[in-house]
């Protein structure tokens, strides 16, 4: 194979590839040519023109996940839908609830709902769910299991592996154990991850810094894991400042906008966005603030704003939060620990200059003075002071806003992720596929 494109079995050349190789060929992410088996040939005559082709066996992938909602289950929505359907036939198997099944269904992808699978460790409920799919796996002989999230990733794994799939795949797009919980529960977690290592063929994460911490803590083999970066639906996503987002909230123009958008629970720490709020309208009293989401935190949240007497609207869950993020002059993460966030994704995606906490792979995505600022977690008085900044220089936050912007529109693309998972599936079973290898050209670079 010549030229800078993606090989035909990344890059979906059949005929539902979705224009997965357009895509990658647009924003510079093309492959270096370097298989052991040839392209495809070109038919010699159209295909109406021949006589119907035999059906050709395609590899059988299932993606098992804990929930297929937001996070890590809009990274297992794309990759199904960017899936090559004339190489892979692909399953989702996973928790009921949430719009993403409908999505998947309207696509053609198989679905299996595990009515009892739970996020949290219940002992009845995993048994039953782990012999559900150990017969679906049996059934259905699949040649490749991936999971996704902690749950799914154990639940799954261990039914792949009694049953002898050819090929098991983990994406890590967070960790089930962080610092703020106790040492003896995280070590437990750990080592329920170790005790999967030797089932687990490969391993994908979404941020340099989480393979880093993976391999760190001996959760991975040294060479069983690389960096995939989770894609977000930038087709849907403004690339500019939105303006007419701002009526919907009743918002005006001549205000700066300081806004977030995620789930209000312990992970986000909204208080810490709360407090922060309080201290740059102490000095800004005309910036407003917005916060994009819902959870078991709400309430709390509300309570803090009364009490530190700032202003925020709530905007509740919206469908449409990348529009939302996309009229904010700054965005806000003040999360305590984050696997790489979408929200933050799709902020960057659209041109937002971002002030951030320091955690997990978010310091990849992030580099200070570049495509944003950075805070310790926990410490909403910096990061205040970070907002501040990027409100009193608004040039350079502009610029920021740009850098993170091209970084998005490259990094963060659904046909790199398919392209990059599709060749990890490649390698392992023994098929052609691409090398793995970049240009430097394409190369896309992190930061940290």
Known sequence: MTGNRLPRFAAG???????????????????AANT???????AVAPASSLPPPAAADRVKVLHVITRFIDGSGGNTLLTVLGADRARFEVCVAGAPGGPLWERAERDGVR?????RMRGAISPLNDLIVLA??????????????????SKAGLLGRLAAWLCRTPVIVHTIH?????????????????????????????????APQLALEALELELVRPGTISVVPSAIELDSIPSRQSTEARASLGIPLDVALVGTVGRLDFQKAPLDYVR????????HPRTRFVMVGEGNLLDDTRLEARRLGVEITFAGYRSDAARIAASFDVYVASSLYEGLGRSLSEALASGRPV?????????DVIEAGSTGLLSPPGDPEALARNVTWLLDHPDEARRMGEAGRARARVLFQPALMCALIEQTYSRLLGLPGPSGALPSEGRPAFGA
């Open 13 to 31: 050349a059949g005929p539902q590839g979705n224009g997965r190789a357009e895509d990658a060929v647009t924003a510079r992410t093309s492959w």
């Open 174 to 206: 967070g960790f089930a154990w962080h610092d703020f919980m106790s040492p003896r529960r995280r070590r437990f977690y750990q080592g329920l991850e170790r005790i999967m290592r030797p089932m687990t063929g490969a391993f994908l994460a979404v």
């Open 111 to 115: 679905t299996v709902k595990l009515e």
């Open 355 to 363: 002030a951030a906490t320091a955690v997990n792979g978010v310091v």
């Open 132 to 149: 559900q799919l150990v017969r679906l796996i049996r059934r259905e002989r699949f040649s490749v299991v991936h999971t996704h999230s």
């Open 36 to 42: 052991a088996w040839p392209d495809p040939l070109q």
């Open 276 to 283: 922060m709020a309080a201290l740059v309208a102490a000095t």
